[in-house]
C-alpha cells in the first residue's frame, strides 16, 4: 500500500518547527471553520446513561432526517436506502467490497484522491486511472478515455464531485455521459459527493443520484466531515437503491456492530444547521479560492486553473519534482521564519511520474494565513534550486 | 459471509413485540450498566470549536494515559505501541491485514465471537477452528489439537480471554503453552481481552503481554466498548511490539484517517474511572451470573459449566436445534406475555452442526429481568416441540 502523499512530510515539518520556522499547513483537509454551534450543542447535552452501540446501519432518526436532507436537495432516497459508516472511508470501503470481488477493476479520473487506492487495496480491486489534465481544469476526461480502459473485470466507475485534489465541479452534461458508458457496460458508479455544499461563481451540484435509469448501478458516498467542518465525529454513509448492494453492505456495517454514536448525534444535530451557516462559509472558501488561484496565476511560470467547487486547487508550479520541493521547503526553507506546506501532487496520480510539477493545495486557512502562505510560495520558487525555467 | 447469529433473529422479535409480548435481550452484549460519570462529563464538557480528525494512531494524550493504564496491569506498552482503532472491530482487521495474506491461515479454539469470521473473510484470510467442549468448561484446546491444525499457511493463533461466547477465563498454564507452540512454529499470537476487567471468584486476569519472549509476536486487542459499558464511542486499540507489525498497520490506520475523536474524549476521561465503579460493577455482574448459572443448571437435562471471567455463558440445552429453539421462544412462545432472546450457539461455531444444543446467554439485564428471563426459560423448555429428551 503506498504511504499517503500528505503524512510522510510530516517528520520534515517537525524539522521546520524545531527551527523556529511557522509552517503554513495547506496540505491538509482539515478546515479551520468552526462546527455548526447545533452539533457542538448537543454534544454538550448529551444525556444518555450509557453510551449504547446503534443500529449497525446507523440510529433510525438520524436516517430518517438524513432522507429529509437529501429530499431537499433534490435527490430521493428513504431511511433504508442509508447505511451510517464510520466517515466516507468506512462507506467506500462498504461500497467496494459489497460490488466487487479481488481482481475485479475500477475506473477512476486522476488526479483523486490518495486514500481510495488504500481502500481498493484492502478491497484487492485495481484502479485503473484515466488522465484528466490542468489545461482542461481536470474536467471530465472524454469517453474514449472510459472505453480503452473498460475490460471484462471492470465493475465500476468513480468520481468525486466536486474533487478532491482538483476542485472541479462535474457538470450534468458530462454526468448524463458518464450515465450512458455505466448503462452501456452494465458498471456501478460511485460518487463521492463530500464536498456538495461547496460551489462557486453561481454553480449548482448535480448528484449522480439524479441521473435517470441508474438506481440499480449508483452509489452514493457522503460525509458530514467537510459540510460541517467535523471530520473528528467520523460520521459519513453508502446510499444505493440496489437492495441487493445493500443486503450485503450492510453484513460488513454488522461485522463492525456499529458506526460512532457521539458523531451521530453530532450529525443528527447538524442537520438542523441554519442556511446562514452555510452562506458565510461559502463566502469564506470563495474569498480564499480567489486569493490563492490569483496569487499562484501571478507567479511566473506557474498555472492554477479556477475550480468551482471544494476547497482545494492542483496547481503546476516550474518545479523539477514536487516531492522534493515540498520536503525542501520544510527542511531547507524559509521566508521571514515562515513556510507552507504542500501536498505532491504525485500522491494523487496512480500513474508513475505524472503530477511532478503539481501540487495541491487546500485553503482551508484564513485569508491572512493564505496571503503570507502565497507569499511564501512566491520567494521560494525564486530561489528553489530544482526550478525548470 | 455468514450472517449473525445475533441479528438474524430481529425480525423475530419485533414479532413477538407486535404480540405485546415483552422480550428479554440475552442475546447482545450491549450491558445495561452505565457508563462512567467521568466519561460522560467530559463529552458534556467538550469546549472545542472545531471537531477535528485525531491522529490516524489516536490523540498522543490518550495513548500515553493508556500506557499508564496497561502498566498499572503490569503490561508494558509505550505510547507509540498503541494505534487507537473504531473499536476492536477496526483493531482486529488492522492486525490481521497487518500480518497475514490472503490465504494464510488463523486458528481459533470455538465457539469464537462470530464477527472473527466476518474480518476473516474481509481479509481473505482463513479461519481453522479447533474444539474447546462444554464438559471442560470451554478450556483451552489440548496442545496436539493446535498441532494437527497447522499447515505451513498458518500464521497466527487467536484466543478471547476471557472469552466471548463462552466466559471461560484462561489461566496463566494454558497461556504458557500457547506461548511455546507459537515460539515452535513462529506464529503471531492474536489476544482479544476486552473483558479483562471481569474476573470472579478471585481469579486474575493474566495478559499475553506478559508472557516472556513474545514481544515480536504478540498483538493485543483491546476496547473501552466492555470495560466501561460505552460501546457506542467505538474506541479500541491494537497493541504490539513488533515495528514492521505496527508501521503496516500505520497504513491502514492512515487511509481511514482517524479513529472518532469524540470517543477518544470519552475513553480518555474514563481512564479516571474510581476503583470503586469497577467494585460495585463487579459485585453486579457475579450475582448475576450466578444467579443464570443456578437456574440453568436446575432445568432437567440442562448443564451450564460456571465460567469465571466477560458477562456470557454458553449453555446445553435439551432442544434439537438451538436456531429453531430461539426462533420459537420468539415467534411462539411467552409465558405471561414475556419471552427471551439468546443467541443461537451454531454461529459461534465454524465446524457446521456444532452448537446445535447450545445458546449464549449474555448477563446483561439487571436481577430481576434475569430472573423472570430464567424463569421464562425454564417454563420454554417445558413445552417446547423440539425437546430431545
Redesign the interface.
Known amino acids: 500500500?503506498p504511504?499517503?502523499p500528505i503524512?510522510k512530510l510530516v517528520p520534515y515539518s517537525e524539522v521546520a518547527k524545531s527551527k523556529g520556522v511557522k509552517v503554513y499547513h495547506l496540505n491538509i483537509g482539515?478546515?479551520?471553520?468552526?462546527?455548526p454551534a447545533v452539533?457542538?450543542d448537543a454534544?454538550?447535552?448529551?444525556s444518555?446513561?450509557?453510551?449504547?452501540?446503534?443500529h449497525?446501519a446507523g440510529v433510525l432518526s438520524y436516517r430518517k432526517k438524513l432522507a429529509g436532507y437529501y429530499e431537499k436537495i433534490g435527490i430521493h432516497v428513504s431511511a433504508d436506502e442509508i447505511i451510517v459508516a464510520?466517515?466516507a472511508?468506512?462507506a467506500i470501503l462498504f461500497a467496494m467490497?459489497s460490488t466487487m470481488d479481488?481482481g475485479d477493476e475500477i475506473i477512476i479520473p486522476e488526479p483523486f484522491y490518495a486514500?481510495y487506492n488504500?481502500?481498493a487495496v484492502?478491497s484487492?480491486v485495481i484502479v485503473k486511472p484515466i488522465p484528466s489534465d490542468i489545461e482542461g481544469g481536470f474536467a471530465l476526461p472524454p469517453m474514449s478515455e472510459f472505453e480503452k480502459a473498460i475490460t471484462p473485470r471492470t465493475k465500476a466507475i468513480m468520481v468525486c464531485n466536486p474533487n478532491n485534489p482538483t476542485g472541479y465541479l462535474y457538470s450534468r452534461e458530462e454526468l448524463e455521459l458518464l450515465r450512458k458508458i455505466v448503462l452501456k457496460h452494465d458498471l456501478y458508479l460511485f460518487s463521492d459527493e463530500v464536498y456538495r455544499e461547496f460551489c462557486y461563481d453561481g454553480h449548482k451540484h448535480f448528484s449522480v443520484m439524479q441521473l435517470e435509469g441508474l438506481e440499480q448501478h449508483v452509489i452514493l458516498i457522503d460525509s458530514v466531515s467537510k459540510r460541517y467542518?467535523?471530520?473528528?465525529?467520523?460520521i459519513g454513509c453508502m446510499i444505493s437503491k440496489n437492495k441487493e448492494v445493500m443486503a450485503t453492505a450492510m453484513?460488513?456495517a454488522?461485522?463492525?456492530?456499529?458506526?460512532?454514536?457521539?458523531?451521530q448525534v453530532?450529525g443528527e444535530a447538524a442537520l438542523d444547521t441554519p442556511d446562514s451557516y452555510f452562506v458565510s462559509v461559502l463566502e469564506e472558501y470563495l474569498s480564499r479560492r480567489n486569493l490563492v488561484v490569483e496569487a499562484i496565476n501571478k507567479i511566473p511560470q506557474a498555472f492554477c486553473p479556477n475550480p468551482k467547487g471544494a476547497f482545494y486547487v492542483v496547481a503546476r508550479l516550474p518545479i523539477d519534482d514536487s516531492d522534493r520541493f515540498c520536503q525542501w521547503l520544510l527542511e531547507d526553507f524559509d521566508y521571514n521564519k515562515q513556510t507552507v506546506m504542500l501536498a505532491p501532487a504525485t500522491g494523487f496520480y496512480a500513474t508513475p511520474g505524472k503530477g511532478k510539477d503539481e501540487v495541491r493545495i487546500s485553503y482551508v486557512l484564513n485569508l491572512d494565513d493564505l496571503k503570507n502562505s502565497m507569499i511564501c510560495l512566491a520567494e521560494a520558487l525564486k530561489v528553489y534550486p530544482g526550478r525548470t525555467n
Open positions: 500500500m504511504s499517503s503524512r482539515q478546515p479551520d471553520i468552526e462546527t452539533a457542538l454534544i454538550r447535552n448529551y444518555d446513561k450509557v453510551i449504547e452501540y446503534s449497525s464510520a466517515g472511508s468506512e467490497q479481488p486514500n488504500g481502500f484492502n484487492g467542518s467535523a471530520c473528528g465525529v467520523r453484513k460488513f454488522q461485522a463492525r456492530l456499529s458506526p460512532p454514536s457521539l458523531g453530532a
